[in-house]
């Protein structure tokens, strides 16, 4: 139906207070999230004996959440998001070997390095779309893994980089081999990125991003060249890859090539699926899935359990684009009765 | 009404390898005016305004907006100096609600597009001036709904009013009506003409009848060039009008 524009365009105070709510909506606290992250922090008390591997876990889910500011969110797909997670760990690393160890330092020095990287492949990869972008990414990873791989007099090559002398948080807390204050440390520099991306994606940046994501083609005519918009994303997601693998590298004092690897980033792709794309928390809930499954698979099938994630990827995405958390969401509101949006 | 020109080609030419598709198309559009761009399929009609837009690039010849050149000017800076469009087939974002593609529109005018730490929800000059440019086209509901959920023909208005968020001064319509029903087309270009007098309207269309009451001047474009130029009486009389475009019973 077309109808006639109304004379004068008068409007009621009313509806545009309706309108004003739709953006409070989008940006409002999910129950998904609320649980995710209560659960998160209990998990301290509840798993004591687990907590570095939750805490990898965690890393990986920060990880994620950046890749979905890209491929979730702006609609850029990566085979290279490693090389910002391995730059981030790698200098943090070699920071705390060589110079200082204080991990807010690194985790900072990790974040720039790895920002400053992802702004200078930003100029190759806007210019770019499909295809062409996807092989870029991966041409990128794979040149800092050779880098990183030859280069072993700063990086270990493949022994992996030893030697990090990590100071204790705020000159307090020693870092323990139960992994409390790692648990601790991470969680809280997880959380504070994970505000920061929700704030991203609920600002007029994010809803550009989505723009770019739905249709890039129409952007221009609305004014919007995405060229600058796509930079930004791209160096934001980098430094918190970054951030990321400077958490790694803090919290086991160790790098290993891998950090790098095509491996793990066609991972942290898998994980982002599998949780959900585009509701950062569904990146965290990847992560962590990703993880369980992957340990609980190689015990019962150590040689063949990459088969059964292959499986059960192939299931969630068949249900849709929402993942796990889609799932779940669906599941919940049929429980209560309410129509799933 | 001033004649002041506000949207100028100069011997514009395209060629597609041999295949010459705009040849040397001169063309005034003043201020405030609503012209018609007509011709039989495969004319060149959406070739012409993809080269005023920057979605082609021409081999040849001038464009200029308000006096400036901008022949090499990429799409978003047309549209940021108010030379604006819509599209004949609908190009609009399927996941986002009319209200959140209007404010993206909006903010993008507001320089905002670029800032990560503004809260979209404390947008308020954006959001009320999306909702009230949908109000204007009786968006109502419809307005907080995935466009995708939403009827051809309000997709058809959402692309007029994601050309009118971009404050235009020029606005180029492709075929605004496409697939609408006659009667709904009538509402489109009704609102169209209830558009503030300052913006000058381009639009093509098929529908004659349209054409005729809307039109202040009409252009009629064959293979790529100026058939001949005229108000609405002219162009119906003329005899060449007749025998290639009229006359050929397509249409009509």
Not at chain 1, 39 to 45: E, K, N, Q, T, W
Not at chain 2, 59 to 87: C, M, N, Y
Not at chain 2, 208 to 214: E, K, P, Q, Y
Request: hydrophobic residues 50%; contains cysteine; aromatic residues 8%.
């Amino acid at each position: 139906m077309v109808a006639v524009p109304a004379p004068g365009g008068q409007h009621s105070a009313a509806t545009t207070q309706t309108a004003r709510a739709l953006f409070q909506r989008r940006a409002a606290w999910r129950w998904e999230e609320v649980v995710f992250w209560v659960l998160a922090a209990a998990s301290y008390f509840i798993f004591p004996g687990h907590l570095v591997l939750i805490t990898q876990a965690m890393i990986t889910g920060l990880f994620v959440v950046s890749l979905d500011l890209m491929f979730g969110y702006a609609g850029i797909p990566s085979f290279g998001h490693a090389a910002f997670f391995g730059i981030g760990a790698y200098t943090a690393g070699i920071l705390a070997r060589d110079w200082w160890g204080d991990p807010l330092i690194g985790l900072v020095a990790g974040a720039l390095v790895a920002g400053v990287a992802g702004a200078i492949c930003s100029q190759i990869v806007a210019r770019l779309n499909g295809i062409a972008m996807l092989m870029v990414t991966l041409g990128i990873g794979l040149i800092c893994y050779e880098i990183a791989n030859k280069w072993n007099t700063l990086t270990g090559g493949d022994d992996g980089l030893q030697g990090m002398q990590i100071t204790p948080l705020l000159g307090l807390f020693t870092f323990d081999i139960d992994g409390k204050v790692g648990f601790i440390y991470s969680f809280v520099v997880i959380f504070i990125l994970y505000l920061m991306a929700r704030r991203l994606v609920n600002s007029p940046f994010g809803l550009a991003l989505k723009g770019i994501r739905e249709n890039v083609r129409r952007m221009p005519a609305l004014g919007i060249g995405v060229r600058a918009q796509l930079a930004l994303a791209f160096t934001i997601s980098a430094a918190m890859a970054g951030v990321a693998g400077a958490l790694l590298a803090e919290t086991t004092q160790y790098i290993a090539l891998e950090v790098l690897g095509f491996d793990r980033s066609i991972t942290v792709q898998i994980a982002l699926v599998m949780g959900g794309m585009g509701s950062l928390i569904g990146g965290m809930i990847g992560a962590i899935a990703y993880t369980v499954l992957r340990d609980q698979l190689s015990l019962w099938s150590p040689a063949y359990w990459d088969f059964f994630v292959g499986l059960i990827l192939c299931v969630i995405v068949m249900t849709g684009t929402g993942g796990i958390t889609g799932i779940l969401r669906r599941i919940v509101d049929r429980l209560l009765g309410r129509t799933s949006q | 009404m001033t004649a002041e020109t506000v949207l100028e080609t100069e011997r514009l030419n395209r060629s597609f390898g041999a295949l010459r598709v705009t040849q040397d198309v001169s063309f005034k559009l003043p201020r405030g005016a609503r012209y018609a761009l007509i011709g039989p399929n495969g004319a060149g009609k959406s070739t012409f305004i993809n080269l005023l837009t920057g979605v082609l690039k021409p081999s040849g010849g001038r464009i200029k907006l308000h006096g400036e050149d901008i022949t090499r000017a990429p799409a978003q800076d047309r549209v940021r100096r108010g030379l604006v469009r819509t599209f004949q087939i609908n190009t609009l974002f399927p996941h986002l609600t009319p209200l959140e593609a209007t404010v993206l529109a909006i903010a993008q005018r507001h320089g905002l597009c670029v800032n990560p730490f503004k809260r979209l929800s404390g947008c308020h000059a954006e959001i009320d001036e999306a909702h009230e440019l949908l109000d204007r086209f009786q968006f109502g509901a419809d307005g907080e709904r995935p466009t995708h959920e939403l009827a051809y023909g309000r997709q058809r208005l959402l692309e007029i009013v994601l050309a009118l968020a971009a404050r235009p001064k020029v606005l180029l319509l492709d075929e605004p009506a496409a697939g609408v029903p006659q009667k709904e087309s009538a509402e489109i270009f009704e609102a169209l003409a209830a558009l503030p007098d300052d913006i000058a309207v381009l639009f093509i269309e098929h529908d004659m009848d349209v054409v005729f009451r809307f039109a202040q001047r009409i252009t009629v474009l064959v293979a790529g060039q100026i058939l001949c130029e005229g108000t609405p009486d002219e162009i119906a009389d003329h005899p060449q009008v007749r025998e290639v475009y009229l006359g050929d019973g397509e249409d009509v």
